[in-house]
């Protein structure tokens, strides 16, 4: 069954630093794609990045990038250069095609707050 | 862009009422999802819809149904609503294979 695991509820990063968020994932489908999202105190949900279970590289989007690691069934995302602005709810996703008929699953999220 | 509307911001709806929360996209999607978000539960799904007149069930429908007589328009109804539903309700849709959901401004709702 597809399931999504994100522990770490709050985590804390200095401006300028960069951040690994950690998502593990489990899934019996070889085909499957997993989402990063943020979420601001607005409430709005954000699309961040993704990645495909066949793509050889990992995945980058400005200061977002996917470290995969397929074997391990890990999806972290890393923040660089942290900003204020970065201050938010993330939440890692998986939708498998094949045996999850089209629906997406999210992790529990993890709550980052940037400090000054 | 992709648009997607709730009816409602905010809710407020007393025990036993039947609530109709509305969703609309204009992207003509056909995958649709209504999700809860509780806090240090993230975001878990009631049902999603593939097509007109399809539905299948989330992780949690108990309590819950849901109506897609139109592509562009996926309701979620709480038959007799109970003050465990009292949560933030999120709708998303997306096309087709692994593009990302396009999510509403989601209706938080309260029932007392």
């Known amino acids: 069954a597809q399931k999504i695991t994100q522990t770490q509820p709050g985590m804390f990063v200095q401006e300028k630093e960069a951040v690994t968020l950690d998502c593990t994932y489990d899934t019996s489908d070889p085909s499957y794609g997993l989402f990063w999202y943020k979420q601001p105190s607005s409430g709005e949900m954000i699309f961040l990045i993704y990645q495909g279970s066949y793509d050889q590289q990992n995945a980058t989007e400005g200061r977002y990038s996917l470290n995969f690691q397929k074997a391990r069934k890990s999806a972290n995302l890393v923040i660089s250069a942290s900003q204020l602005g970065d201050s938010a709810m993330y939440f890692c996703?998986?939708?498998?095609?094949?045996?999850?008929?089209?629906?997406?699953?999210f992790g529990a999220g993890t709550r980052l707050f940037v400090k000054a | 862009d992709v648009k997607v509307t709730q009816s409602s911001r905010y809710l407020v709806k007393r025990t036993g009422e039947k609530v109709f929360l509305e969703c609309v996209q204009d992207?003509?999607?056909?995958?649709m999802f209504w999700y809860r978000q509780d806090p240090g539960l993230g975001l878990r799904l009631i049902y999603f819809?593939?097509?007109?007149?399809?539905?299948e069930k989330g992780d949690i429908p108990e309590g819950y149904s849901v109506s897609r007589e139109k592509k562009e328009r996926f309701s979620l109804i709480l038959e007799s609503a109970s003050t465990n539903q009292t949560s933030m309700y999120l709708c998303?849709?997306?096309?087709?294979?692994?593009?990302?959901?396009?999510f509403g401004n989601g209706t938080r709702l309260t029932v007392t």
């Open positions: 819809s593939y097509d007109v007149k399809m539905k």
């Open positions: 998303a849709s997306y096309g087709t294979g692994y593009s990302p959901l396009h």
């Open positions: 992207m003509d999607h056909e995958n």
């Open positions: 996703a998986m939708r498998e095609v094949n045996t999850g008929g089209f629906k997406t699953i």
